[in-house]
């Protein structure tokens, strides 16, 4: 798995950003404002200030945030 994470994060399409204050003070922000939990806060936050086009995820908690395009995997693939 570790060697699969590896593949991905060298992709073109991927890109790992620098931790900034803006990113560590949006999901308390989140986590204030949502039902979310912490780690998915970081998340929706780096997401957010990043400006990603599209996160992926199969938590639809994850639908309730503005300004946050969602795909949530088990909509996409059908059993």
């Given at each position: ?43 929706a936050a780096t997401a957010l200030v990043a400006g990603c ?27």
């Amino acid at each position: 798995m570790a060697q699969s994470y590896e593949q991905l994060f060298q992709q073109p399409q991927s890109r790992l950003l620098s931790i900034t204050l803006t990113v560590l003070r949006e999901p308390a922000r989140l986590r204030a404002t949502t039902k979310l939990k912490t780690p998915d806060a970081i998340h929706a936050a780096t997401a957010l200030v990043a400006g990603c086009a599209l996160i992926v995820t199969n938590d639809a908690g994850f639908r309730n945030l503005p300004g946050l395009p969602v795909a949530i995997l088990s909509d996409l693939v059908s059993p």
